[in-house]
């Protein structure tokens, strides 16, 4: 049985192909590029796979422009504070994770760039009619948490862009990648910034920035790439505009395995929804989840009433062997936004591991103290 | 593979790795013979990789690799 749901802290167990591919790599070594001998080509052709991997992920043709980064923070930090400012003002969805909110915070501080809110439902999901009212070309950047790490609200991200017309938008897919599908090209994004640890199931350490046109923002982190190294100046061509130093070798060799595991779901759909449903139903919790299920992935929260968030997470580890996180998830807004700031929620995050047995254990867990204390 | 022509080599230099890789796998799927090398000191001061080819083949690998920038350095002699 798969206790485990916790994903969306971090997933787990991985597949199989993950410990075997980063075994591999240290069974011969190498670095990226910089030199001509075969571990170098070895390792070098392995990490351009893996990107294009990536590109094939998020639906873009444009490899070069997925650049790794440590994780969904440090893609998400390179893109916003890399931009410029003009207008001084962006809009971020209800639903952001602290990724976004906290270098926000630090523009305003530092550059006095302010912060609107979508329109939105009373779930968080962005109003798409009164979205149509806003007038976008007055900012430089607009945000969004594409699935929520809270109630796992899955945004419109394909109508937002349109209304959106050409102010930029940069998608946070950290918990969307390798869970639902993205359409980088399709949707015409900007930008996105994806983590390597949790939907898609790879280790930590490992993240990539998407980024449609390289001059929008300015490098973070300047250093040697092993091309044009007679010059002082950072390279303008990508990736390597934005991938100074070694890379994450080990990581994207994890990376690769679990991009090319080919792993479905082991779980129904319908069983999780049926889940859900069943949890809304229990008095004594107050289930966070999308009003619409066509908008729900698979993370959700609750709040208990009438008992300590962390009392409830306690109980369920240590009764029931189930691992949950508990608190604010490192999303103050998306908890604002729900109704649940400051306590927060317990949520519960699945992965592709899964069974439908899992689900029916959890489901009995639930009941069990929802008869206790009713 | 194709044939061996032996009329000297070629060597294309890219802007940087990914660039390369993503030309070796286009010069490898069409079966051109080819070596990943060391970028010849003469040519740059750099310490990456080139591609190797026979300059018989340069027209038609220029055209598989259509948008690709490339530098490209005939050889004298074999480095
Ligand atoms: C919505 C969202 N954005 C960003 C992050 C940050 O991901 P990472 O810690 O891998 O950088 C998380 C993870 O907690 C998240 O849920």
């Known amino acids: 049985m798969n206790l485990y749901f916790d994903n969306s802290s971090t997933s787990f167990p991985k597949p199989e192909g993950v410990s075997q591919s980063i075994n591999e790599y240290f069974s011969h070594g190498g670095t990226y590029g910089r030199a001509a001998y075969n571990r170098v080509i070895e390792v070098s052709r392995k990490v351009e796979s893996t990107r294009s991997l990536l590109a094939n992920l998020i639906g873009t043709s444009l490899a070069p422009n997925v650049v790794f980064t440590s994780n969904a923070t440090h893609a998400i930090n390179l893109f916003i504070r890399g931009m410029r400012y003009p207008k001084k003002k962006v809009i971020i969805s209800p639903l952001e994770h602290n990724a976004v909110c906290r270098p926000l915070q630090y523009l305003f501080q530092t550059a006095g760039v302010g912060v609107d809110t979508f329109p939105h439902h009373p779930d968080g999901r962005i109003d798409i009619q009164k979205a149509a009212k806003v007038n976008f070309a007055s900012y430089d950047l607009g945000i969004i948490n594409h699935v929520s790490n809270v109630n796992g609200v899955i945004q419109p991200i394909k109508e937002i862009k349109r209304l959106m017309g050409n102010t930029p938008l940069l998608v946070d897919a950290s918990q969307s990648a390798g869970r639902v599908e993205i359409r980088a090209d399709e949707w015409k994004l900007d930008a996105l910034a994806l983590t390597g640890h949790k939907g898609i199931m790879g280790p930590t350490g490992t993240g990539a920035l998407f980024i449609r046109n390289p001059d929008m923002a300015d490098p973070l982190i300047f250093g040697g790439t092993g091309s044009n190294s007679e010059s002082y100046l950072q390279p303008i061509d990508l990736p390597d505009r934005f991938e100074a130093g070694t890379p994450n070798i080990v990581g994207i060799y994890g990376l690769w395995g679990a991009l090319s595991s080919g792993m479905g779901y082991s779980f129904k759909r319908e069983h999780f929804v049926e889940l859900l449903h069943e949890i809304s139903t229990f008095s004594s919790f107050k289930l966070l989840a999308a009003d619409d299920t066509d908008f729900q992935s698979d993370v959700f929260s609750i709040k208990p009433l009438g008992m300590e968030v962390s009392e409830l997470a306690r109980i369920l580890f240590e009764k029931f062997s189930v691992e949950t996180r508990s608190g604010l998830h490192c999303a103050p807004l998306a908890h604002r936004t729900l109704g649940t700031f400051t306590t927060g929620a317990v949520r519960f995050s699945l992965s592709k591991f899964h069974t439908d047995n899992d689900l029916d254990y959890l489901h009995s867990c639930l009941k069990k103290i929802d008869e206790g204390r009713s | ?79």
Do not use: W
């Open chain 2, 1 to 79: 593979m194709r044939e061996e022509a032996n009329t000297g080599f070629t060597i294309l230099i890219f802007s940087n790795i990914h660039q390369v890789m993503h030309a070796e796998k286009i010069i490898a799927d069409k079966g051109y013979p080819y070596r990943i090398v060391p970028v010849p000191s003469n040519l740059s001061s750099e310490c990456g990789l080139c591609i190797r080819i026979e300059s018989s083949y340069l027209d038609s690998i220029l055209s598989d690799l259509q948008n690709i920038k490339v530098e490209i350095h005939t050889l004298n002699n074999e480095p």
